[in-house]
């Protein structure tokens, strides 16, 4: 019918933007969604003459799914999700068009300086069960979900397995990464009411829903009225902003002229300057991370040259040097060195090395220009 057909388009587009946006969170819910799919129902799963269409999925994904092809099944996808999976392959094939490269997977890495590069991102921390963020993220229904789960279960309306899974699975890795809390919420808010499907009070219901929801109405009066403490704290965030769109704009120009600066400061200098830069604050520039770290811990100007011209910097910009410096020490693994080339380069001017070459400053950082050979 047409109905199925518009839902397997919808689908198909906004599981194939999903993986142009990132290849972690959506791939692995996808693996969940199609895993339970299998599970389920497997013949109405697959379809024979989409079975071309599936390989070359499984190749872009990386899921080892295609020797379910080998099998004869009567159907690998039924024909009003064909639209879906057009919509898929075509963004996926646009998105691979514009960024003229293969997604990173370094995110599965386990080296050292991955870790402890992870160690300083707040959004990859542990969330313990017991945290109370739960409750300011979902309510109380959150505590009660699993004997709603439970009750369901006994009056035969359990929820749809593929939501039961996601649910479950998006709660686990919350617990391992609080990136994952988004996942969670939206599947927990799809879930909820099915969850309440069985109390048969719509006011009961009601008047659950609207107490449930004070500590994210708590939350929220903090977030719009802030104390005074908070109220400076984003003032100053918002002058540092500024700061640093000012520093950034020097840089403009048509030509690339790659700069090199602290990882969480390159993502908005990139923006505001047009300008490459070296590290960023993705997994995808692990690589470019680890030369910042190693450029402003270093004590030999040597080897921060040739960083520089390995990577053709034109451009390197620095702030305060105690944040630097801890952070690099931190995803380097090494202990802080007594006068680091980024303290140099923030307190000392005058005596940076040759191939750097003052050129401005303001209250938030300082820029340098390179007189290295390309």
């Known amino acids: 019918s047409e109905s199925p057909r518009q839902w397997s388009a919808l689908s198909g587009t906004a599981w194939g933007l999903a993986l142009w946006v990132s290849f972690y969170e959506p791939l692995v819910l996808l693996a969940i ?22 390989i070359c999925f499984a190749a872009i994904l990386a899921i080892a799914f295609a ?159 802030p104390n005074e403490a908070e109220y400076v704290r984003r003032i100053e965030q918002r002058n540092e902003s500024v700061r640093v769109r000012d520093l950034a704009i020097n840089l403009q120009s048509s030509e690339n002229h790659p700069f090199l600066a602290p990882w969480w400061l390159s993502p908005s200098i990139s923006y505001w300057s047009e300008q490459p830069g070296v590290a960023g604050s993705s997994h995808e520039s692990l690589s470019g991370i680890t030369d910042s770290a ?21 451009w390197v910009l620095t702030c305060d040097f105690e944040p630097v410096a801890q952070n690099s020490s931190a995803i380097l693994g090494l ?19 040759r191939f750097l070459v003052f050129s401005g400053q303001n209250g938030i950082g300082k820029v340098y220009r390179t007189a290295v050979e390309r």
């Open 33 to 54: 969604v199609v895993a339970v799919s299998f599970l389920q129902d497997r013949p109405s799963l697959f379809a024979k003459h989409w079975r071309a269409g599936w």
């Open 67 to 225: 020797v379910s092809f080998l099998q004869d099944r009567p159907s690998l996808f039924a024909k009003h999700w064909r639209a879906g999976w057009i919509c898929f392959a075509a963004i996926l094939a646009i998105a691979f068009l514009i960024e003229q490269r293969i997604p990173a997977m370094s995110i599965f890495q386990s080296t050292e300086i991955f870790k402890n590069w992870t160690r300083t991102i707040g959004e990859l921390v542990h969330v313990s069960p017991a945290n109370p963020i739960w409750l300011r993220w979902t309510g109380y229904l959150f505590l009660v979900a699993p004997f709603l789960i439970w009750f369901s279960l006994r009056k035969g309306t359990l929820l749809p397995p593929t939501i039961l899974a996601l649910l479950v699975a998006t709660y686990g890795l919350t617990i391992w990464q609080a990136r994952w809390a988004y996942f969670f919420v939206s599947v927990f808010a799809i879930a909820l009411p099915d969850l309440l499907e069985p109390i048969k009070s719509r006011t009961a219901v009601w008047v659950a829903f609207v107490l449930s929801i004070f500590p994210i109405a708590r939350d929220w009066e903090t977030q719009l009225w």
């Open 294 to 314: 190693r450029f402003f811990l270093s004590e030999d100007w040597r080897s921060a040259r040739e960083i520089l011209e390995n990577r053709k910097v034109t």
């Open 335 to 353: 202990a802080l060195p007594r006068r680091p080339l980024c303290f140099v380069l923030d307190r000392t001017p005058a005596q940076v090395p």
